[in-house]
């Protein structure tokens, strides 16, 4: 449920006294006389490739917002409204906060423009200055201030005319299209995963019974056959609309962030593990979930009016009988799609109700189909139980999330490894015939299907095992707890023979607030105090790791990067590891309580809050992983890098970084 890519963040830039200062971001200013006394001040923000600005307002807690000041000559000068700013494009970026948010921001050429009216017609130049900040993808510059002049004498006169207004209107289409074809991919990928939901919702018991049926209800109710497909179609189209309609709700009450910040809530989380569950339960017979009664039927006695509308409510009766199978799907399809933001819960729910619309305006079309259906068995029931043990493995790891940031220690690797094999294991027992549940039908003989899928399910079960004993289990990395986090970090009944290092083998010699990162026993701090006096007794640089308990990119860098022979002796030998945990909700000691200095009058309760918030001050960076080379000043050896799986270029940069430490 989490994203999985990073962003590279770099700040405190060193400048030598022959390096010359890089500027991505160049302003030039001019002057348009409107009338008489008005005139509109230009800014101009040339942005050179691969950098843009961010817009005048920002979501609380973003960047630096692009803020203009100008000087009114002591009330010689009225500023009349808001400088105006271009349409620019609108992107989600989990740069600056882990949940992430929507931000405006400009490339290639930003045209402001301030308009003013001037009380005193002596006024020959307007001051001011602007403040802003400069970021790629992949690096943003500390913010900036740049006076700006602006020259009245040199004002043009300016005449809006129809092809202006006709280029304006040119520009602004091709810069919807180009944020439109940008966001086409992960639209596309949505609408794929919610149309294969839906496909499976299709082949539950609560509604593929319904195809047969409802296609024989119009092709016999119609006065032709093509009246029997047309009202097929709107039948199809109804339930379409009824499923759009509630995305557009979803959308609309929530938005793209609201949802996006639950999802790395500890009580979001536990919240979702309980409604999974209780799904899983239902899916597996224990009982059904089901509307009131009364909504199904009132909306049937609307169906029985005929016409179009009539054809509306038995959609809508559909979808509340169906609610039972479909009301799980749909949930979890809808938080999932809701957490990438914008149109998605929409484009989701199009999906999902276009593989279910989709059968009957095809059987409608061609009736004969139908004697081709499987006959409604069992099997209806089995797809609905497997529906069942997926989304009870999937509750875990909304329960491990939240333990993980909470540092509970309830749900470690090996438990969630275990539960995981036991579900997968029981669902192996299930598709053989050898586990039965309440409304299975008698197994008499498995399908070539059903025995098929049942290998599979076991060849993972067995995989998963391994895991026990420490197998990384790359192909689900990103389920289970980290290895680290294991009452077991070697692996079960592990028993170390012999280390390279006296003091890897030795607990006790570890120096103080020091601990061992299992499996490879890299000597890492949690305290950036005790951290930075270790590294200046042993006269090694500083390595400050910014990262999180739930974060995926974190884990990858430490089992696919870090574990490589290179990065390993660079982390075990030649620096010094801080590892600040961003979002550790452990309270801080009393005497540690301080208030924050980015939201003054709130108190900074927890571990997490501290580090996070040294991370936002001196690094201006609020995602992880972030790493940072130092010098015992506290000075960057090198600028500070994010999430880098390239291992040579991650290698390059620490040696880089310890290269600048020794001169």
Not at 154 to 174: F, L
Not at 204 to 220: A, D, G, H, N, W
Not at 367 to 389: A, C, I, Y
Not at 611 to 618: D, F, M, P, R, V
């Amino acid at each position: 449920m989490k994203k999985i890519v990073a962003f590279l963040f770099c700040l405190a830039i060193s400048f030598t006294a022959v390096s010359q200062i890089y500027n991505p971001i160049t302003w030039k200013t001019s002057v348009e006389k409107v009338s008489e006394n008005t005139y509109s001040l230009v800014s101009t923000a040339t942005i050179k490739e691969g950098w843009h600005l961010y817009a005048q307002e920002v979501p609380k807690g973003g960047p630096i917002p692009t803020t203009f000041t100008y000087d009114d000559e002591g009330g010689k000068i009225k500023i009349v409204g808001n400088t105006s700013e271009p349409e620019g494009k609108i992107k989600f970026t989990t740069l600056f906060s882990d949940e992430g948010m929507n931000i405006k921001s400009f490339a290639n050429k930003a045209v402001f423009k301030q308009t003013i009216e001037l009380a005193d017609v002596g006024v020959t130049q307007v001051n001011a200055f602007v403040e802003f900040i400069a970021c790629t993808d992949e690096q943003c510059l500390p913010p900036k201030e740049i006076d700006l002049s602006f020259d009245l004498t040199k004002a043009i006169a300016v005449k809006t005319t129809a092809g202006d207004k006709k280029e304006t209107k040119v520009k602004s289409v091709e810069k919807v299209k180009e944020t439109k074809k940008e966001g086409k991919r992960g639209l596309l990928g949505i609408f794929f995963i919610a149309f294969l939901s839906g496909f499976a919702a299709l082949l539950t018991p609560c509604v593929f019974p319904m195809i047969p049926m409802t296609v024989s209800f119009f092709t016999k109710q119609s006065k032709s056959k093509s009246a029997g497909i047309r009202n097929a179609i709107i039948y199809g189209i109804s339930i379409i609309a009824i499923y759009v309609l509630l995305g557009s709700v979803v959308t609309a009450a929530f938005g793209a962030d609201a949802l996006n910040a639950l999802s790395t809530n500890v009580w979001f989380n536990i919240i979702f593990f309980l409604i999974l569950v209780i799904f899983a339960v239902s899916f597996l017979g224990a009982f059904e979930i089901t509307l009131p009664s009364s909504w199904a039927t009132k909306v049937d006695s609307q169906a029985d009016k005929g016409g179009l509308i009539g054809i509306f409510f038995m959609a809508l009766a559909l979808a509340i009988v169906s609610f039972s199978c479909t009301g799980p799907i749909v949930g979890t399809l809808l938080v999932e799609a809701a957490s990438k933001g914008g149109i998605a819960p929409i484009v989701g729910m199009l999906g999902f109700s276009s593989a279910i619309a989709l059968p009957f305006a095809l059987f409608a079309a061609f009736p004969g189909w139908l004697n081709s259906l499987p006959k409604s068995g069992g099997w209806l029931n089995t797809v609905k139980v497997v529906l069942g043990f997926l989304e009870l493995a999937l509750a875990f790891k909304f329960l491990s999330n939240a333990d993980l940031v909470l540092q509970l220690h309830l749900l470690e690797r090996e438990v969630f490894i275990a539960i995981w094999i036991a579900i997968f294991g029981a669902l192996a027992f299930y598709l053989f015939g050898k586990i039965q549940l309440p409304h299975d039908s008698p197994v008499t003989h498995i399908s070539v299907g059903r025995l098929s899928l049942g290998l599979i399910v076991l060849s993972f079960t067995i995989y998963m095992i391994p895991g026990l004993w420490g197998a990384p289990l790359n192909l689900i990395s990103a389920f289970p707890p980290p290895q680290g986090y294991s009452e077991s970090p070697y692996g079960v009944g592990f028993t170390k023979q012999g280390t390279t290092s006296t003091q890897e083998n030795n607990h006790e010699a570890l120096p103080e607030g020091a601990h061992l990162m299992p499996p490879h026993d890299i000597v890492a701090f949690h305290d950036y105090d005790k951290g930075l006096a270790y590294a200046k007794k042993v006269g090694k640089p500083v390595m400050i790791d910014f990262t999180g308990h739930a974060c995926v990119n974190c884990r990858k860098m430490e089992q696919n990067v870090w574990v490589k022979p290179k990065v390993l002796d660079v982390l075990k030998n030649k620096v010094v590891l801080i590892s600040l945990y961003v979002d550790d909700k452990r309270p801080l000691k009393d005497d540690e309580v301080v208030e924050s200095k980015l939201t003054p009058g709130k108190k900074l309760k927890y571990i997490g809050q501290k580090w996070s918030e040294l991370q936002t001050i001196k690094y201006k960076a609020n995602s992880q992983p972030f790493y940072v080379l130092m010098n015992h000043d506290e000075s960057n050896l090198i600028d500070p890098v994010a999430y880098t799986p390239n291992v040579d270029e991650y290698h390059s940069w620490l040696q880089e970084g310890i290269a600048n430490f020794k001169k």
